[in-house]
């Protein structure tokens, strides 16, 4: 179980009268020791863009958690990765054709696939969330849920690219 102080470490160092955000690169050297299994995608895009939504994962060891990159067909990313807020996953698939792109529905609706991969957690044994409910088997999605949402609207369109990449967490016994 992360404490608080540990998650405090990881969060930005912003600096507020500039409205900026701490610099990645600064973030990195700073977090990466504390995270030392974790690629730098993985840091850049969930603990430091998201920093402030960790508290939702704080019961999960991530000095246990080991990475590796994937690629995957469409169809098995539809199939198998799940999320915790479906409703909401759900809600935003049409945002992708919603005539007003940003940066991330233009990279997608061009490349058919993300920028950046996907985080997951390989979640086999459907476990179990305090205040919550289990994880989605097979697959729980941890970071890109607009990606995500993105993609079946493609894939449902028949505009998605055959595959992509994912990032894959797993526990170390």
């Known amino acids: 179980m992360l404490s608080r102080r540990f998650l405090a470490k990881l969060q930005r160092v912003d600096n507020e009268e500039e409205l900026e955000w701490e610099p990645f690169d600064r973030y990195l050297a700073r977090v990466h020791p504390l995270l ?55 809600a935003w698939e049409p945002l992708i054709d919603d005539g007003h792109p940003r940066r991330l529905e233009t990279f997608m609706l061009t490349e058919g696939t993300w920028p950046v991969p996907i985080s997951v957690i390989e979640n086999p044994r459907a476990i179990p969330r305090p205040r919550a409910r289990h994880f989605k088997e097979p697959f729980q999605l941890l970071e890109g849920h607009h990606r995500l949402a993105y993609l079946r609207t493609l894939a449902r369109t028949a505009r998605a690219y055959p595959s992509h990449n994912i990032w894959i967490a797993t526990w170390r016994i």
Not at 50 to 77: A, G, Q
């Open 36 to 90: 030392p299994t974790f690629p730098e995608e993985v840091i850049r895009d969930w603990v430091y863009r998201h920093c402030e939504e960790l508290y939702r994962y704080d019961w999960l060891d991530f000095d246990r958690f080991v990475f590796r990159r994937e690629t995957w067909p469409t169809e098995k990313v539809i199939q198998e990765v799940q999320t915790w807020n479906e409703e909401t996953v759900a």
